[in-house]
């Protein structure tokens, strides 16, 4: 059961990381604001995704040092902070091409 847990949190942080990268690269390459913003608000979501699951596998499935709690309790809270400012983001630029149109 365990292991059944860990090989689905590591792909799903595989796919978070693979998905931050390549929005990452989208976001640097765009030339229109919108497109570069919605992008990053994606990149965003997708780091946010990341650190939360990292903070999960360092609480729920090591065993708990103060170190190892602290930084998972970091990584939690800047996972938070990154899909709350991601999706902020990603509607403001989903709005602004609304407006255009």
């Keep these: 059961m365990m292991g059944t847990i860990l090989t689905v949190l ?3 942080l595989a796919i978070a ?6 929005h ?4 640097h ?3 229109d604001t919108r497109q570069r913003g ?4 994606r990149m965003n979501i997708s780091l946010g995704s990341l650190l939360i ?11 708990g040092s103060s170190i190892r709690v602290v930084v998972g309790a970091l990584f939690l809270l800047l996972g938070c902070f990154n899909l ?3 999706f902020r983001n990603y509607s403001y630029f989903s709005k602004m091409g609304q407006k255009n149109a």
């Design 10 to 12: 590591y792909v799903l």
């Design 17 to 22: 990381l693979i998905s931050s990268v390549f």
């Design 24 to 27: 990452s690269a989208k976001s």
């Design 29 to 31: 390459r765009a030339k």
């Design 38 to 41: 919605i992008y990053a608000a």
């Design 53 to 63: 699951l990292l903070a999960v596998i360092q609480l729920f499935v090591f065993s």
């Design 84 to 86: 709350y400012a991601g």
